[in-house]
């Protein structure tokens, strides 16, 4: 799967943690390949607290480069309820600023309280994560300092208010990402998603932008290197 990314011109890749386990998983790929990095993180939706000693003795290895995924997820009802999904994440976004670490924000119905807790922690930095929200929304998290990054939600030809958001987005603070085996771009439907088909996503990004695919690429690594800096 990594080889085929590396052939369709994919060259870094990091694949984000939802527990402990998963994050292990991930860090081992990443040893494995010198394309693919890792996040340490904790998804919103987990029934149990996150382990913060066990996730900060993770982020020691050289691999990681952001803590995440961690967000609010509203729309789940599996679910833990708002109030501990949000002092969690207060935590974890602790965790970050003292590791020196982006984050990579899961957000589905809980823009205000992610905000929210963006302000409460000076120092943080991170990336929106599969944003599928309109431009007042964009406007918020881009004055807050984070980057906007856009998944295959974008292909589909229905979201309008998200192609004006990919148009509109200032040109560092663009990231590109597949969300894989998930967030399929329009063609790929009902097939897993692959870090390959990022071209998907990349080409009509490109194309809204009125920029060349590689004049995008330039700009989208330049992008990833500086938010996630352990990459470079
Ligand atoms: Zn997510």
């Given at each position: 799967m990594v080889g085929a990314a590396v052939d369709a011109g994919v060259t870094r890749m990091i694949t984000m943690g939802v527990d402990l386990e998963h994050t292990e998983r991930g860090l081992a790929l990443a040893h494995k390949h010198p394309e693919v990095f890792a996040g340490v993180g904790h998804y919103p939706t987990e029934t149990s607290p996150p382990d913060l000693e066990a996730m900060r003795m993770l982020a020691r290895d050289e691999r990681v480069v952001a803590?995440?995924?961690v967000g609010l997820d509203f729309q789940d009802s599996a679910g833990p309820p708002r109030d501990v999904?949000?002092?969690r994440l207060d935590s974890l976004f602790t965790l970050a600023v003292e590791l020196g670490l982006p984050v990579s924000i899961h957000n589905r119905e809980a823009a205000a309280e992610v905000a929210a807790a963006i302000v409460?922690?000076?120092g943080l930095r991170g990336a929106m994560h599969y944003f599928a929200l309109e431009w007042n929304w964009a406007e918020r998290f881009l004055d807050l300092g984070f980057y906007?990054?856009?998944a295959g939600l974008v292909t589909r030809p229905s979201r309008n208010a998200l192609r004006e958001v990919v148009k509109?987005?200032?040109a560092d603070r663009l990231l590109l990402e597949t969300d894989s085996?998930?967030?399929q771009a329009h063609k790929r439907m009902g097939v897993p998603n692959r870090p390959a088909y990022l071209l998907d996503t990349a080409?009509?990004?490109?194309?809204l932008r009125g920029t060349s695919l590689?004049?995008?690429?330039k700009v989208e690594h330049a992008n990833a290197f500086a938010l996630f800096q352990k990459m470079s």
């Open positions: 803590v995440g995924e999904q949000i002092e409460a922690h000076p906007l990054s856009f509109r987005c200032p085996p998930y967030g080409t009509l990004v490109a194309e590689d004049e995008l690429a």
